[in-house]
């Protein structure tokens, strides 16, 4: 886009509108892994991800590990699994997605 058709789409708002109603639809939603210790001692966050139309994605916290899912409910499986550690999915924006 030249600078001109910028120009001429921002004074346009309805179409400006719009443009933000669709994005906003169709924003990723964020999500984390959090481990829970013991007996709701403490907890971390593991990892953070999206949760696209067509699959998820997440990376640890420490940058180090990326993973590709299908949806969020599969990063779970990636979280460390030890007797004292319960890991669960929280969802960062307000509404859960269908």
């Given at each position: 886009?030249?600078?001109?058709t910028?120009?001429?789409?921002?004074?346009?708002?309805?179409?400006?509108?719009?443009?933000?109603?669709?994005?906003?639809?169709?924003?990723?939603?964020?999500?984390?892994?959090?481990?829970?210790?013991?007996?709701?001692?403490?907890?971390?966050?593991?990892?953070?991800?999206?949760?696209?139309?067509?699959?998820?994605?997440?990376?640890?916290?420490?940058?180090?590990?990326?993973?590709?899912?299908?949806?969020?409910?599969?990063?779970?499986?990636?979280?460390?699994?030890?007797?004292?550690?319960t890991?669960?999915?929280?969802?960062?924006?307000?509404?859960?997605?269908?």
């Amino acid at each position: 886009m030249d600078e001109n058709t910028s120009e001429a789409v921002a004074d346009q708002p309805d179409f400006t509108k719009d443009v933000k109603e669709m994005v906003a639809d169709h924003a990723p939603r964020r999500f984390a892994v959090v481990l829970v210790h013991g007996d709701q001692v403490d907890a971390e966050i593991f990892a953070w991800g999206i949760a696209l139309e067509v699959g998820s994605y997440m990376t640890t916290v420490d940058g180090k590990r990326q993973y590709s899912m299908t949806s969020a409910d599969g990063a779970l499986k990636y979280a460390p699994r030890r007797p004292d550690l319960t890991p669960q999915l929280v969802w960062a924006d307000a509404e859960t997605p269908e």
